[in-house]
């Protein structure tokens, strides 16, 4: 058996009085964590209800931290967003018994019928979150330049060199740190709020009341106020035409704008800012996908990438600033194409 199986089993039993009925896999992320789905055939826990199903993280503490989540859970919880209650936890063993929301996913359930009414729930999610008081941030991490710009740095490290091998010359790389840097120039003028950093269909849970449930948050961050609006409609796993994104976006600016947080900008400028967000996250989303395949074995996240690459060049096409990142993820492209990489 499982080592990490069986001391889970023996918190449940021993610490949290649960006797075990049922425990099979119910996901795994792109960390170390991974989760379980369990019923109880009795439990001294009272805020369990035997008749219902619960996830158990499994997250080991020599690679995981479950504190992160743990604030996090509070945070939410206390901005009314759907979130998974704790019920008992050791940070000590890596453990988390949490509420199930379910195993319906949104990039299971939407289609271009439902589209329009789960997006709208799920940005009224993120307007909720983007109305946290300083006083509620106060202990959250900034989304620092320092960390922005790293991010982006994996898409040459785990992308270029490691997964095409591609031979890029120094003109090249220039090319690249400069629209980085241009890049980082363009976020930091953004308002600061709360992102929960991983705002897409795979972490939002179809729910027939509160929809969305929201999984996934633990690497929230102070940020860009267009963060995770990119990470939900330009989303590496499900694509929507461009006009219905830039109307979405509209839908998204009208309600900050009635919220007095973009007093003074225009539409133009906020659609810039997402556009110019999303290259940081699909720089940083293709070196990671390339990086889960090399260093931890996880070779579906490699079919992902063409769909991340197409929003990078149809963006950076856009723009003349970037004509330069334009033609050098162009033949990055090529090469990948005529070398099935």
Known sequence: MDERI???????????GCALMELKPASSDASFRRYFRVKFSHCGISTIDINQSYIVMDAPP??????????????????????????????TLGFILLSDLGSTSYLQKLNEDNAEHLYHDAFQVLHMLQQASPKQLREIPLYSPEKLSLEMSLFEEWFIHKHLAYPASASQLTTLYDAQSAILNIVKQQPQVLVHRDFHSRNLMYSQDNNPGVIDY?????????????????????SWPETTVKQWCNDFYQ???ETGQLSGTRFNTFYYWFDVMGMQRQLKVVGIFSRLYYRDGKENYLHD??????YLVQTSARYPEFKGL???????????GTNNA
């Open 326 to 336: 334009y033609t050098f993820l162009c033949q990055l492209q090529h090469y990948a």
């Open 305 to 310: 990438i063409p769909q991340t690459m197409h």
């Open 218 to 238: 633990q690497d929230a961050v102070i940020g860009p106020c267009t963060y995770d609006l990119v990470s939900l409609i330009r989303d590496s796993y499900i």
């Open 255 to 257: 309600v900050m704008q």
């Open 62 to 91: 020599d690679k995981e931290d479950t504190a992160p989540f743990i604030q996090i859970t509070r945070l939410f919880e206390s901005l009314q967003i759907n979130v998974p209650h704790i019920h008992a936890y050791s940070q």
């Open 6 to 16: 069986k001391q889970l089993e023996d918190w449940l039993d021993k610490q949290c």
